[in-house]
């Protein structure tokens, strides 16, 4: 979640099967979390941003039926988090 231009910015691999999604706002991930959702994907992982409230809205549209996860870092790595993403 970020400085993102959805769809331009989003890829995909092995044919759509795995998808990547720049969303700017939780709005806008749970909007496209639910497209998803209908067309039948198996799971969506969602950037540490989205932090557990964000996960859990995307798992409230998906409707509680496919895994949901957020990638997070070991908290030695804090500082070094606060700063790369300060500068964006």
Do not use: R, W
């Amino acid at each position: 979640m970020g400085n993102f231009d959805y769809p331009k910015d989003s890829a995909e691999i092995h044919n759509g099967d795995a998808q990547i999604i720049g969303v700017n706002s939780i709005e806008q991930a749970c909007d496209e979390a639910k497209k998803l959702y209908q067309k039948g994907v198996n799971c969506i992982e969602l950037c540490g941003a989205f932090g557990k409230e964000g996960a859990k809205k995307i798992i409230e549209v998906t409707e509680n039926k496919i895994p949901v996860g957020y990638i997070t870092h070991l908290p030695i790595q804090n500082e070094i988090y606060k700063k790369t993403f300060e500068k964006n």
